[in-house]
C-alpha cells in the first residue's frame, strides 16, 4: 500500500539582526513595511512580484531599485502612501524558491522593523531540502512546523475559511502582539475587508477557539 505524501506548513522568521544580513534590510529606508501579496510570474533569473509598501516620506516606488535585489517595474492605483507596485526579485532565495516544484511560498509574507515572515506548503521531502537550503543562504531565527493532518481534531478544522484568513492575518502581522503589530483599522485595509465583518471573524475564531481549548480539558 502506497504511503500518503505528507503535506506541511512552515513558518520562518528572520529577526531585524538576521535581516541586516539578508540583502533586504536596504527596502527599509525607503519603506516602514513591504507586503508580498502574489506572485505574478517567475523565470530563471526572478520571480515578478506584487507588493504593497507602507513608503515613508519623501520616498516613493522608484526607490525600491536602489535595494540590491529589487527593480521596481510599475505603481498600480491605490493610496498614494501604500499603492501596489510590481517589482521583480532577483534575491537568491527567491530564486532558489523556483527550483522546488513541490513547494509553495503562500502570500502574504512581509518585511518590517520586527524583521522577515514567510510560510511555506509543500510536501515534507521538498520543505526538508529548501531548509537546508535556506540555513545556508540566510538562517531563519525561527522555524515552526506544522504536519497536515496532524490537528484534523484540532480548532483549525472547526473554523471556516474566512475565519482562519483572519486569524493568520492577525498574527502574522501581529495583532496580538504587545504592543500591537497592526491595527484592526489597518487589518481591514489590507484584507479589503469591512472593519466590522472583520470583528465579526475575529470574535466567532476566538470564540470557538476558546471553547475547544475548556472542553480538551
Known amino acids: 500500500m502506497q504511503c500518503p505524501v505528507l503535506m506541511q506548513v512552515v513558518h520562518l522568521h528572520?529577526?531585524?539582526?538576521?535581516?541586516a544580513n539578508s540583502g533586504f534590510s536596504d527596502l527599509l529606508i525607503p519603506c516602514t513595511r513591504l507586503e508580498v501579496v502574489a506572485h505574478l510570474s517567475v523565470s530563471?533569473?526572478?520571480?515578478?512580484?506584487?507588493?504593497?509598501?507602507?513608503?515613508?516620506?519623501?520616498?516613493g516606488p522608484e526607490d525600491l531599485s536602489d535595494s540590491e535585489h529589487l527593480t521596481f517595474e510599475t505603481s498600480l492605483h491605490g493610496d498614494e502612501d501604500s499603492r501596489p507596485v510590481v517589482v521583480f526579485n532577483t534575491h537568491?532565495?527567491?530564486?532558489?524558491?523556483?527550483?522546488?516544484?513541490?513547494?509553495?511560498?503562500?502570500?502574504?509574507?512581509?518585511?518590517?522593523?520586527d524583521g522577515i515572515s514567510i510560510t511555506l506548503?509543500?510536501?515534507?521531502?521538498?520543505?526538508?531540502?529548501?531548509?537546508?537550503?535556506a540555513r545556508e543562504i540566510i538562517p531563519p531565527d525561527s522555524i515552526k512546523v506544522i504536519n497536515e493532518g496532524e490537528s484534523e481534531d484540532g480548532p483549525r478544522s472547526?473554523?471556516?475559511s474566512k475565519q482562519w484568513q483572519v486569524v493568520q492575518a492577525a498574527?502574522?502581522?501581529?495583532?496580538?502582539?504587545?504592543?500591537?503589530?497592526?491595527?484592526?483599522?489597518?487589518?481591514?485595509?489590507?484584507?479589503n475587508m469591512a472593519r466590522s465583518t472583520l470583528g465579526e471573524h475575529l470574535h466567532n475564531a476566538e470564540a470557538t477557539i476558546m471553547k475547544w481549548l475548556v472542553e480538551q480539558e
Open 44 to 59: 530563471d533569473s526572478g520571480v515578478r512580484q506584487l507588493m504593497k509598501c507602507d513608503f515613508r516620506e519623501g520616498f
Open 121 to 133: 506548503r509543500g510536501v515534507s521531502s521538498g520543505i526538508s531540502k529548501f531548509l537546508a537550503l
Open 158 to 160: 472547526l473554523l471556516g
Open 14 to 19: 528572520w529577526n531585524r539582526a538576521k535581516m
Open 171 to 191: 498574527v502574522q502581522w501581529g495583532y496580538y502582539d504587545d504592543p500591537k503589530g497592526v491595527s484592526m483599522r489597518q487589518m481591514s485595509e489590507r484584507l
Open 92 to 113: 537568491p532565495l527567491a530564486i532558489a524558491s523556483i527550483d522546488f516544484p513541490d513547494i509553495a511560498v503562500l502570500p502574504p509574507y512581509t518585511f518590517s522593523e
